[in-house]
T-cell receptor, first 114, second 111 residues
Framework: IAGITQAPTSQILAAGRRMTLRCTQD?????MYWYRQDLGLGLRLIHY???????GKGEVPDGYSVSRANTDDFPLTLASAVPSQTSVYFC?????????????FGPGTRLTVL | RKEVEQDPGPFNVPEGATVAFNCTYS??????FFWYRQDCRKEPKLLMS???SGNEDGRFTAQLNRASQYISLLIRDSKLSDSATYLC????????????FGAGTRLFVKA
């Protein structure tokens, strides 16, 4: 049982390029989330999904999009990367409604935009 | 004012010490409360949920005071392995879901 996986582990990207961060969970959790973590700011919610087919905006959604075609996958896309999107990105999932229960996190993706 | 504020730290304590972390939140509609632990360059992991009645798990005790909008975490008999960053987390749903993480408090336990 893998839990929740993310890919790639790290990536260096030129500004203006499109990038999709992948996230897959095998726990059949309803809710999934994307966060970014920057030094001194803690984790900030980008987007979330309560169930397959639905998504919602978090605290810092601009420049990012998500989709939830099925229960297991929740990819995060940067349509045109900018240097301010350099960060560590964590995907997470939880049972029940978003925010109500323990969230399980993936190992993170370290993204550098030059 | 940040929606979730924590002691800035870092806390440097000797093994065996008792250490307390404090956290305040600004939105009275907050519904769920947690403490997470994050090791350096790793993902956060749940330490414990926090309930109004308070809860204890071994050396760890969490308290919630809804009237004061305050959450605490007490670690007794600190171990070297307790060295990490402790994140206070608040969840609320007011027509749209929000999970808000505090910036974290770094703990160093020394021999």
């Amino acid at each position: 049982i893998a839990g929740i996986t993310q890919a790639p582990t790290s990536q260096i990207l030129a500004a203006g390029r499109r990038m999709t961060l992948r996230c897959t969970q095998d726990m059949r959790h309803n809710a999934m989330y994307w966060y970014r973590q920057d030094l001194g700011l803690g984790l900030r919610l980008i987007h979330y999904s309560n169930t397959a087919g639905t998504t919602g905006k978090g605290e810092v959604p601009d420049g990012y999009s998500v989709s939830r075609a099925n229960t297991d996958d929740f990819p995060l896309t940067l349509a045109s990367a900018v240097p301010s999107q350099t960060s560590v990105y964590f995907c997470a999932s939880s049972s029940g409604l978003a925010g109500s229960n323990e969230q399980f996190f993936g190992p993170g993706t370290r993204l550098t935009v030059l | 004012r940040k929606e979730v504020e924590q002691d800035p730290g870092p806390f440097n304590v000797p093994e065996g010490a008792t250490v307390a972390f404090n956290c305040t939140y600004s939105n009275s509609a907050s519904q769920s409360f947690f403490w997470y632990r994050q090791d350096c360059r790793k993902e956060p992991k749940l330490l414990m949920s926090v309930y109004s009645s308070g809860n204890e798990d071994g050396r760890f005790t969490a308290q919630l005071n809804r009237a004061s909008q305050y959450i605490s975490l007490l670690i007794r008999d600190s171990k070297l392995s307790d060295s990490a960053t402790y994140l206070c987390v608040v969840g609320l749903n007011t027509g749209g879901f929000k999970t808000i993480f505090g910036a974290g408090t770094r703990l160093f336990v020394k021999a």
